[in-house]
């Protein structure tokens, strides 16, 4: 069976300091992944999507990236981190029958 | 007009009674649906998937298509505490070819004994 796993749960940073997220699937290949941010009290805001390895693509402007360096790893960045950031994090996989399984989220406070 | 809309709520349904959850979307060509639930604090969780027009039961739960009125609903028989959360409504849009999904900002539904 699937299992996607992210970390760290919670992290809370400064403003102006780096982020990186980390995001792996297991028992599946060649997964469409997914980063997603949910404000409190808010729907969820896709932010990133990825079909394939080096494939990224991005739905909203901000200070943030995304990298997938291997099929099943997908990582979101920042170089400098915004009090706006603050947020639910979660990534999800989908096999391309649209279908998407959520992680179990990490959720970030910018101080 | 937003892409997927839900009555934000919060819903209250005494326990044992029918929940009914609504969504209406506004790209005529969608071709998936899904509900989610979420708890407070956690990830969503995918309850239910529908394609066609018309009914499809699991459990509690039947999800209702109707493709003419652009309305795709959930409801949740013998309603549980358990069930207190929020229902998100998801759907694929018909110009997408990476498999995306639009989320409704989703309808809080309270249980009460």
């Known amino acids: 069976s699937q299992t996607i796993h992210q970390w760290p749960a919670t992290l809370v940073q400064p403003v102006g300091s780096p982020l990186s997220l980390e995001c792996t699937v297991e028992?599946?290949?060649?997964?469409?992944l997914y980063w997603y941010r949910q404000a409190a009290g808010r729907g969820l805001q896709l932010l990133f999507y990825?079909?394939?390895?080096?494939?990224i693509s991005s739905e909203v402007p901000q200070n943030l990236s995304a990298s997938r360096p291997q099929d099943r790893q997908f990582i979101l960045s920042s170089k400098k981190l915004l009090l706006s950031d603050s947020g639910f994090y979660l990534c999800?996989?989908?096999?391309?029958?649209?279908?998407?399984?959520f992680g179990p989220g990490t959720r970030l406070t910018v101080t | 007009q937003k892409e997927v809309e839900q009555n934000s709520g919060p819903l209250s349904v005494p326990e044992g009674a029918i929940a009914s959850l609504n969504c209406t979307y506004s790209?005529?060509?969608?071709?998936?649906f899904f509900w989610y639930r979420q708890y407070s604090g956690k990830s969503p969780e995918l309850i239910m998937s529908?394609?066609?027009?018309g009914d499809k039961e699991d459990g509690r739960f039947t999800a209702q298509l109707n493709k003419a009125s652009q309305y795709v609903s959930l409801l949740i028989r013998d309603s549980q505490p358990s069930d207190s959360a929020t229902y998100l409504c998801?759907?694929?849009?018909?110009?997408?070819?990476?498999?995306?999904?639009?989320f409704g900002s989703g309808t809080r539904l309270s249980i009460r004994p």
């Open positions: 999800a996989w989908s096999s391309g029958q649209y279908e998407q399984y």
């Open positions: 028992g599946t290949s060649n997964p469409n």
């Open positions: 990825s079909v394939g390895i080096g494939q």
């Open positions: 790209d005529r060509v969608s071709q998936s």
């Open positions: 529908i394609y066609s027009n």
């Open positions: 998801a759907v694929n849009p018909g110009y997408s070819s990476a498999s995306k999904i639009i």
